[in-house]
């Protein structure tokens, strides 16, 4: 039998998924990415830069800390990976890193970005920032009113904030401002994609990135538990670049169970969702064969989750692989059942969750871990951004 890999191979297909499906026009800029960006990023001194910003800069390895309260409500070891103490708040900006300096190292001069909450495009602000490089960050003109501090962020930092008015004003048209932006300027710029979706080799790429989440926790672990794998993996998933970030070690150590929260909003079937994985069918989206909700006749449909960065009407590649052939068990959980693990999480251990980790910490009643687990939990950002949600919602 062949041996399955969960890796992307040469062409970016995880299984029958990935891969790139793009307009003609797009092929200089991709395959100038596909064919360069293993090769720079295996340099030794791409990597030795890249750790030492992830160390100096970001904060890394961020910790891996036992959470004593919530183990014992649920009765099993949890474990939470601090991705909320990075700089900036979340995971995000382990990526536009990554980005940044591949974009440095192939002569790029401008950084275009597309944003929907604006949480990407404040990583990719800060980066720009970081290294003097001009940035334009396109946004739907509904979302530029809907999230005025993330936009006031990023014009701190120095960025360009250009709205899209086409279409429902949100994240896919701002996707396609961006595309054509970067169709008219193939040479001089680069396009920072924030999560792991697009065409290939941006899934590969960011998961490759994101894997230092997953690579600090053998030794983490190790000095913990006196071993280097858990029993299980959990993280929330909109794109999947947290979640790719946290398997990236175990993806093939079947041993290690992965576990992936999508966000069910008011519900799976009540119209109002984003639970991708029991909702989505086979198609394309951002240059990228995955499962996606649409209509019938193939019309992507709206999502809808109470937090803005699971609000996507697809997953990546990698992650249609793993719950089509069920590496990874994929659970959906409601607003109000997120809301209340956040608030859970605050009360036990002292930290207050972005709402998009809060869905990752609801999914203990459904898995009945035993005692003697080691589970992981990826904390995948900070709640400081939701705090008026937070507030609306419980009436504080
Ligand atoms: C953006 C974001 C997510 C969702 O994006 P992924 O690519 O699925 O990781 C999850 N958590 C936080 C805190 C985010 O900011």
Redesign the pocket.
């Known amino acids: 039998m062949k041996q399955v890999s969960y890796h992307a191979d040469e062409q970016g297909f995880y299984g029958e998924f990935g891969g790139a499906f793009i307009p003609e026009m797009l092929y200089p800029n991709t395959e100038e990415l596909r064919k360069s960006y293993l090769e720079i990023t295996s340099r030794p001194e791409f990597q030795k830069e890249f750790k030492a910003l992830l160390k100096d800069y970001v904060g890394r390895p961020t910790p891996l800390f036992y959470a004593s309260r919530l183990s014992e409500k649920y009765q099993t070891k949890i474990y939470l990976k601090r991705e909320d103490l990075c700089h900036t708040g979340?995971?995000?900006v382990n990526n536009t890193i990554g980005q940044i300096l591949l974009a440095k190292a192939l002569g790029k001069k401008r950084i275009i970005a597309e944003t929907g909450a604006g949480?990407?495009g404040v990583a990719t602000a800060t980066v720009c920032a970081l290294m003097g490089i001009e940035c334009v960050v396109y946004m739907g003109a509904l979302d530029i009113k809907r999230q005025a501090p993330n936009v006031a962020r990023m014009k701190l930092l120095g960025a360009t904030v250009r709205a899209a008015e086409s279409g429902s004003k949100t994240l896919k048209d701002a996707t396609n401002e961006a595309i054509r932006d970067w169709i008219n300027n193939p040479v001089d710029t680069h396009y920072i994609i924030?999560?792991?979706v697009g065409p290939h080799p941006y899934p590969d790429m960011v998961a490759r990135f994101q894997s230092v989440i997953s690579e600090e926790i053998g030794s983490q672990l190790m000095e913990k538990e006196g071993r280097e794998l858990p029993d299980y993996v959990i993280a929330?998933?909109?794109?999947?670049?947290?979640?790719a970030g946290i398997y990236y070690h175990y993806l093939d150590r079947p041993e290690v169970k992965l576990v992936a929260v999508e966000a069910a909003g008011k519900g799976v079937d009540s119209g109002h969702s984003a639970a991708t994985s029991a909702l989505g069918k086979v198609g394309i989206i951002h240059g990228s064969k995955t499962l996606l909700m649409q209509t019938g006749d193939g019309q992507i449909t709206e999502p809808y989750s109470i937090s803005a960065?699971?609000d996507y009407p697809g997953v990546g590649p990698m992650h249609a692989h793993l719950f089509t052939s069920k590496r990874a068990q994929f659970i959906s959980i409601t607003d109000e059942k997120a809301m209340e693990a956040g608030r859970e999480l605050a009360a036990l251990e002292g930290i207050i969750p972005?709402i998009?980790?809060s869905h990752a910490f609801a999914v203990f009643e459904t898995l009945k871990c035993k005692k003697e687990d080691v589970v992981v939990v990826n904390l995948?950002?900070r709640g400081d951004k939701d705090l008026q949600t937070y507030i609306d919602y419980f009436e504080l």
């Open positions: 979340a995971h995000k949480q990407h924030g999560s792991v929330c998933v909109g794109g999947g670049s947290n979640a960065g699971l972005a998009e980790t995948s950002g």
